[in-house]
């Protein structure tokens, strides 16, 4: 499930291979009818300047009925993203914290 997680997010980053994740916590619910993992963490990415960025909040999801498709929630720490954050972590029972990649910088 991590590497469908890192995978899914590193497609969609500027610089994929400079992506450095932190802890990453997963919560399963059943909505409509419908099985999901939803995976909530940290990642930081190189800024274009060459140095790491801050530390940006994920969620995504997972549904392992329809072969594990990957569904990026948001990412970062700018409005909405970090209310569509909270919002999917609270909802599958996931407190997301400032967190570390698990690299040293």
């Known amino acids: 499930m991590e590497e469908i997680v890192t995978t899914g997010i590193r497609q969609r ?7 450095k994740f932190g802890t990453m916590l997963a919560g399963e619910r059943t909505l409509s009818g419908r099985r ?16 790491y960025g ?37 909802a599958a029972g996931l407190a997301i914290q400032d967190s570390k990649p698990k690299a040293d910088l």
């Open 13 to 19: 980053l500027q610089d994929p291979a400079s992506a």
């Open 36 to 51: 999901e993992i939803v995976v909530c963490g940290h990642v930081i990415v190189k800024k274009s300047s060459g140095g």
């Open 54 to 90: 801050t530390d940006a909040p994920f969620a995504a999801r997972i549904y392992p009925d329809a072969g594990s498709t990957f569904d990026l929630v948001a990412i970062g720490n700018e409005s909405p993203n970090t209310s569509l954050i909270g919002d999917a972590c609270r």
